[in-house]
Nanobody, 120 residues
Framework: QVQLVESGGGLVDTGGSLRLSCVAS????????MGWYRQPPGKQRELVAT???????KYGEAVKGRFTISRDNAKNTVSLQMNSLKPEDTAVYYC??????????????WGQGTQVTVSS
């Protein structure tokens, strides 16, 4: 299983943008699903966005129209462009290689995550 390392988090004002990057230790070409999760302070981890190896994307309702997930199979990277950030987007963001399990999406192994803080 590949190891994933996230970067790009930081402190940004409301309405600002950040781009998160995730580098895999091996090839992601044959990994069907890649995604980003986040865990806000005091809350459970939630799925933010996923992308298949054919480029099909899916987003959580809270980020639709503001976040864009992409992947580069040649460079073994997954990115998350976050625009129009809100204080409620404050969370630790995790890159992941989730998989389908019993009709749901289940997370794979976790990396260390990257902190995103949006000031009001």
């Amino acid at each position: 299983q590949v190891q994933l390392v996230e970067s790009g988090g930081g402190l940004v004002d409301t309405g600002g943008s950040l781009r998160l990057s995730c580098v895999a230790s091996g090839s992601i070409r044959d990994i069907f699903l890649m995604g980003w999760y986040r865990q806000p302070p005091g809350k459970q981890r939630e799925l933010v966005a996923t992308i298949t190896n054919l480029g099909t994307t899916k987003y959580g309702e809270a980020v639709k129209g503001r976040f864009t997930i992409s992947r580069d199979n040649a460079k073994n990277t997954v990115s998350l462009q976050m625009n129009s950030l809100k204080p409620e987007d404050t969370a630790v963001y995790y890159c992941n290689a989730p998989y389908y399990c019993s009709g749901d999406v289940c997370p794979g192994s976790w990396g260390q995550g990257t902190q995103v803080t949006v000031s009001s």
